[in-house]
């Protein structure tokens, strides 16, 4: 049990970029989770997938935002055209089937210049 | 809309006591609790959890207990070791949902 990584840990762009993190999760693990968190906050619930299938997405998900899990394994989420109040923390969790616990990994940080 | 709240931002107590953190849900669809446990610069890790039938879980140093009518949860550590300074989080689902909604976290301080 390597544990959910995720990459890259920091980053830091200007506004109008583009940003991709990606979350590699634990193997038997068939559900993925995005969560944001600001300071101050919890982490709120962007998005989930169950193998590849994208069940569920919050509306803080603005259209500039794009999750994806190809083949059900690792995951994406780009970010286009970043503002500055998408600077947060960006965390993945999985989840294997039949467990009702999140395992987070360590975050991506993200900061918009 | 919150719904889970921690009411306690912060929180110090010294070493060797009791710690108490408090948390309270608003949607009674609501039927199992987590906490989980938060280092800088780290992602949460789970702590303890809880099912709504029950009142009471424990584990170790760590209690949860469960208060259904009030819609309140606690997690009492004891004795408190310097160790246990992180942001601890509370989260709840709901039966056959897949979401997971999280306090906003209370800081916990043990003064050696």
């Known amino acids: 049990d390597t544990g959910v990584s995720q990459n890259p840990r920091h980053k830091i762009t200007k506004r109008g970029q583009n940003v991709t993190f990606r979350c590699d999760p634990i193997s038997e693990h068939n559900r993925l989770y995005w969560y944001r968190q600001t300071l101050g906050q919890g982490p709120e619930f962007l998005t989930y997938f169950q193998n590849e299938a994208q069940l569920e997405k919050s509306r803080l998900l603005s259209d500039r935002f794009s999750a994806e899990r190809p083949k059900g394994s690792f995951s994406t989420l780009e970010i286009q055209r970043t503002e500055q109040g998408d600077s947060a923390m960006y965390l993945c969790?999985?989840?294997?089937?039949?467990?009702?616990?999140?395992?987070f990994g360590a975050g991506s940080r993200l900061t918009v210049l | 809309d919150q719904q889970v709240k921690q009411n306690s931002p912060s929180l110090s107590v010294q070493e060797g006591r009791i710690s108490i953190l408090n948390c309270d849900y608003t949607?009674?669809?609501?039927?199992?609790f987590l906490w989980y446990k938060k280092y800088p610069a780290e992602g949460p890790t789970f702590l303890i959890s809880?099912?709504?039938?029950?009142d009471k879980n424990e584990d170790g140093r760590f209690t949860v207990f469960l208060n259904k009518s009030a819609k309140h949860l606690s997690l009492h550590i004891v004795p408190s070791q310097p160790g246990d300074s992180a942001v601890y989080f509370c989260?709840?689902?709901?039966?056959?949902?897949?979401?997971?909604?999280f306090g906003t976290g209370t800081s916990l301080t043990v003064i050696p």
């Open positions: 969790a999985s989840r294997r089937w039949g467990a009702n616990v999140l395992t």
């Open positions: 809880i099912s709504s039938i029950k």
């Open positions: 949607n009674s669809m609501f039927d199992y």
């Open positions: 989260a709840a689902s709901a039966l056959g949902g897949n979401q997971f909604y």
